[in-house]
C-alpha cells in the first residue's frame, strides 16, 4: 500500500500538452529560427539543463539556449493567461487522496489546486530534469516517505524513466504519447486515465 503520492502537472493534471507543441515555432520565430521536426517530443517533459541539452542537438552547441527557453515561456504566459482543462479524474482522485489523509506532491505549481498538496516543487530548482530523478527524490524527501512507498503518476517518457530511475511506483497515464516497449519494461502499471488509477487505488492495486 502507498502512504504518498506525487503528480506530474502538464499533460497529467492539466491538458496542457498539446497547447505547448505549439508554442514552439511562434518563440523560436522571434528569435529568427525555424521550428525543426521532433523538437516538441524530444523536450516534452523536460527542464533545466536536460532541455538545454535538447536545444543544443537540434540547434548546435553554441546555440542561446537560455534566449530560446525564456522566449518559450513567453509565449506561454500568454497561451495560459486561462487555467487549461483539467484531466478527467482529477477532481475525484484528489478528494479521495485527501479524505484518506494521503500526502501529495506536485512536480510543479499552478491552477488554484495547491492546496491538495503538501509539498511543491518545481523542474527550475534542480540543475538536471527528468529523466534524473532528483525532482522525484526530493518531493519524497519533503514528503517523509521513501520511495518504495511512493506512487508517482507521469504522462511523459522522461517522466516515467525518472519515476523508475528513483525506484518509485510508477503508473502511466499516457498523454500525447502511448506506452511504448520501453515503457513498459519501465513502469508498474497503465491506466488509461485517473479514473483508473483512482479505481486501483482503491482496490489495492499500488
Not at 516538441?40 to 536545444?55: F, H, S
Not at 511512493?150 to 524513466?161: A, F, I, K, P, Q
Amino acid at each position: 500500500m502507498i502512504d504518498s503520492v506525487i503528480f506530474d502537472m502538464d499533460g497529467l493534471m492539466f491538458d496542457t500538452e498539446r497547447v505547448w507543441a505549439t508554442l514552439w515555432e511562434p518563440a523560436l520565430a522571434t528569435l529568427g529560427l525555424s521550428y525543426k521536426e521532433g523538437l516538441d517530443v524530444a523536450a516534452r517533459g523536460t527542464a533545466g539543463n536536460t532541455m538545454r541539452a535538447v536545444l543544443r542537438r537540434f540547434y548546435g552547441e553554441n546555440c542561446d539556449t537560455d534566449a530560446i527557453i525564456e522566449a518559450l515561456h513567453a509565449q506561454a504566459e500568454k497561451a495560459f493567461q486561462a487555467p487549461p482543462p483539467k484531466k478527467p479524474g482529477l477532481d475525484e482522485i484528489l478528494t479521495w487522496l485527501d479524505a484518506q489523509h494521503i500526502p501529495m506532491a506536485v512536480a510543479s505549481s499552478g491552477w488554484g489546486l495547491t492546496h491538495y498538496f503538501k509539498v511543491i516543487v518545481s523542474g527550475e530548482q534542480f540543475s538536471a530534469s527528468k529523466p534524473n530523478p532528483e525532482i522525484f527524490l526530493r518531493a519524497a524527501e519533503a514528503l517523509g516517505t521513501v520511495p518504495s512507498r511512493t506512487l508517482v503518476l507521469e504522462d511523459s517518457y522522461n517522466g516515467v524513466r525518472a519515476g523508475a530511475n528513483g525506484r518509485f511506483i510508477t503508473v502511466m497515464v499516457p498523454d500525447m504519447a502511448p506506452a511504448n516497449d520501453e515503457m513498459r519494461r519501465l513502469y508498474t502499471a497503465e491506466c488509461r486515465d485517473l479514473y483508473e488509477v483512482l479505481d486501483g487505488l482503491q482496490k489495492g492495486r499500488f
